[in-house]
């Protein structure tokens, strides 16, 4: 699986205008399965995500995870993570897992994270989203896990 995520000061997703999920301070997590993931990938990724230490502690290092100041997850599916722009000037997505086993992926990895931390926030998987966030740092951080 890929992740792209993103320390914010907040962030919310809209679809047809309306937002339906939020978060203030945290991560805004982007995630893409790949063929051949599974839901013990999906679990790895989630402590991960939990464990990462990119906030700061009281001497300004980043020493701190998402758990430890309480901030929020919004996690949003994104199969262009898995682009391929190797081979002219229109990706190819065909690295992105198939729409079933993705959608099984991304509500297993958002079951899993609102089982384990909260708030936890979310898109639609293959909706057509706006997502508006304030980067904080800014600090983003690609992961990528496989078996």
Avoid: W
């Avoid at 013990?40 to 402590?47: E, F, G, N, Q």
């Avoid at 990706?91 to 089982?115: I, K």
Wanted: aromatic share 4%; proline share 4%.
């Amino acid at each position: 699986m890929i992740a792209l995520l993103q320390r914010v000061a907040s962030a919310h997703v809209e679809i047809a205008g309306v937002a339906v999920g939020a978060i203030e301070k945290g991560l805004l997590v982007f995630v893409c399965a790949e063929p051949g993931d599974d839901e013990a990938i999906a679990d790895r990724l989630v402590d991960r995500i939990l464990k990462l230490r990119i906030f700061a502690d009281e001497a300004g290092k980043m020493n701190r995870s998402v758990v430890d100041i309480g901030g929020g997850l919004l996690v949003v599916s994104q199969f262009t993570l898995a682009a391929d722009t190797s081979g002219g000037n229109r990706p190819s997505f065909s690295a992105a897992a198939p729409v079933a086993l993705a959608r099984r992926l991304y509500e297993r990895l958002l079951a899993t994270a609102s089982g384990r931390h909260a708030p936890v926030e979310a898109g639609e998987f293959g909706a057509d989203m706006r997502v508006h966030l304030v980067n904080d740092g800014p600090i983003t951080i690609p992961l990528t896990l496989r078996r």
